[in-house]
């Protein structure tokens, strides 16, 4: 089975810091991973995906993941955070599953918050 | 546009009655889904269909049944709501999830529906 563990549920950090969101994974198969926000009532919008390639993958508003399979992670990164940052986000991981489609496992989230 | 609009946004109601929630998308996608967000945010997908066919069912009551007129489309009918049915309901939907790896694609997802049964 597919899980994933994302290790801080809150991560509280001040505007214009460096922010690391922790992601790990555990599967048998082969996966492909992913980082979804999502703001205050609102829906999930994609960050950034990895499919194959470069471990380092750029995604929207400044965040970048590094896919690390030796440690099974994929944490995301931003170098300086803004108050618009703030809000829950989710790891995820896609596998072809028994029923023979690709499904999302998602972690429990991590909420960002950004102090002023 | 709104590429995946659900209807309702919010919806009250006591324990045992019926309900239903509307999904639509208009991205062209073959796949679309269901997933249950609990109050400690915990998401978990609940039901996928592509092109009007049922693809994924996980261990859900079957108080809980979706319906896919077309593939533009997937409703969740909830019948003799509980209180832990109380959630937020999100709806996404995909390109075609069977064909492959090039099909492991962004879900884009609805703004959701916060379910209050009382």
């Known amino acids: 089975a597919q899980s994933v563990t994302q290790l801080d549920s809150q991560v509280p950090v001040f505007e214009e810091a460096p922010v690391e969101l922790r992601c790990n994974y555990s599967s048998s198969v082969s996966v492909y991973l992913f980082w979804y926000v999502q703001y205050p009532n609102q829906g999930l919008q994609l960050l950034l995906k990895y499919l194959s390639g470069s471990t380092l993958v750029k995604g929207i508003n400044g965040f970048e993941a590094e896919f690390n399979k030796s440690q099974t992670s994929f944490h995301l990164r931003k170098p300086s955070v803004h108050i618009s940052d703030t809000a829950e986000y989710f790891c995820a991981v896609s596998y072809l599953s028994g029923a023979g489609s690709y499904q999302l496992t998602f972690g429990k989230g991590t909420k960002l918050s950004v102090i002023p | 546009d709104t590429a995946v609009s659900q209807t309702p946004k919010y919806l009250v109601t006591q324990m045992g009655n019926d309900k239903s929630i509307k999904c639509e998308q208009n991205?062209?996608?073959?796949?679309m889904y269901w997933y249950k967000q609990d109050s400690k945010k915990f998401l978990k997908i609940m039901f996928s269909?592509?092109?009007?066919?049922?693809?994924i069912n996980e261990t859900v009551p079957n108080r809980f049944s979706p319906k896919s007129p077309d593939k533009a489309h997937l409703n969740l009918h909830i019948n003799s709501l509980e209180l832990g049915d109380s959630a937020v309901y999100f709806c996404?939907?995909?390109?075609?999830?069977?064909?492959?790896?090039?099909?492991?694609?962004?879900?884009?997802f609805g703004p959701g529906t916060r379910l209050t049964v009382l």
């Open positions: 269909y592509n092109n009007k066919e049922l693809i």
């Open positions: 991205l062209g996608h073959d796949t």
């Open positions: 996404a939907s995909s390109q075609d999830m069977r064909t492959g790896i090039s099909s492991t694609d962004t879900q884009y």
